[in-house]
């Protein structure tokens, strides 16, 4: 990919997720897939595995928890400059089970300067709300596709 | 092992743990490790694996988180009722790579009512601060060793 | 008024703020007006005093945070059951200086059992976002309009 | 005041607080006083005035937030580094009543480059607690006594 092609916001939002996701085994182990992708926005799903489920027979909130980050990871670095979480706060709202398909959507509140603030939440495949998770953001040096050009 | 054997606050954390731990693959399937439990206390162990890197080259934002909500669960779980998160915020403060292993520390901060506040604090094999999580629980039906014994 | 009066939601959160302003010395002390109510929903102003700026010469966060928690109680206390604030975030996005008017607004942004979680922003009279916050409230005992009518 | 006078660091912490409280026309307004101050720590302390109670009969959570974030401005800035607040959370375990005293000790947890992390616990004339509060700081440009010797 070029950067002539790579010549409106949506073209770089995607090219970005593209670079993040080619180095993301994290995500991928887990089974993460990447529904919809737009500046400052994003939509990843994730299946709850057996392995998924802890203690109490719920889905362990770490899952929960890295879909979200992954979703505020991909929302956030949509721009080509390098974008790492500082913060982050999540609220359980309900349990998630085996088998359950999860989709987290994470969109950006407010952006000024270095610093960002993204929602996601997670709803269940009957669209009960799982997951509410606020991540704050700042930008570092570097950007995605040009370092993906020198490799 | 019996309730006469649990007769102190001691081994009812303990005993406490032994079944969380029995009943928790996500952890397991993690690496993690118990180091230490107390009443609202828990130290856990976690080495970051290859395929807990992200796209920026470190460990992902929420393996970090898993380890410390799990040590957030085994420290506010010891007094034999059962306690879920809530609501829980992490802060990043270093990276952590590959093979790093990373230390968490898990104390109560309060205890009031069903509501409990815990912090968590990661730090890796030279002792770097690399996360502080604060985790807010509360206490709902059911006990963890009556349970164990029922089954 | 009347519980006939108050005969749909949008009455039923009319009656409450009524109610709750009545009592609330401390929100005019410092000056707030109630802009607009609806179910789960407020809208709050407020200008800053000399006596509100900080030892950096900007307004100290604490009158910030209170526009915005004002602004929370009156949009989770819409529905005639008492609500208190459990758990609240607050971000600093921009500074804001003596004899700004600032605008809150708050909305319901998710409400399980008794639980819910409010998001409240405040921009100034230029539509500058100066503060995020995001709160979580708790159903308690009693209501508001009722109350009312027994004193 | 002096730098030969400022020459450890608690007499650069006390200077600093001394310089902070003198611009700090809110905090007096509400009451405060400070009670003891040491690098990366501060004790205030306030008293629940008439007209600080909410519509439930008790002190509005914005009073004890802004008692809070001084202490947590007094903590922060005592290293003669201007800091500001970035984000924070809070938690109210207990309610808090007119002519209650109240004490809020804040400490530091962290201190990574340019970031900060304070816990601030605020208690009542009984030692029951009433709040948690973490503050997230961050140094900005400026220093706090060298300014004041130049004005």
Redesign the interface.
Known sequence: MTQQQANDAQAIAEACAE?????????K?LGMAIEKIAPGYAELSMTIA????????IC????M???A??TF?FAC?TYDQ?C???????????PAFTDDKLYATGRE??K?GR?G?Y?ITIVNQKDD?IV?F?G?SRTIAGTLISKDNNT
């Open positions: 670079v993040l996701w080619r180095n993301d085994p994290a995500s182990k057996d392995d998924m489920v802890n203690g109490h027979g362990h909130g770490g899952f928890f890295t879909l980050d992954s990871a670095n390098n790492v979480a500082q913060h982050c706060t999540i609220s359980y709202l309900a509140v407010s000024h610093n603030i929602d709300k509410e606020r704050f």
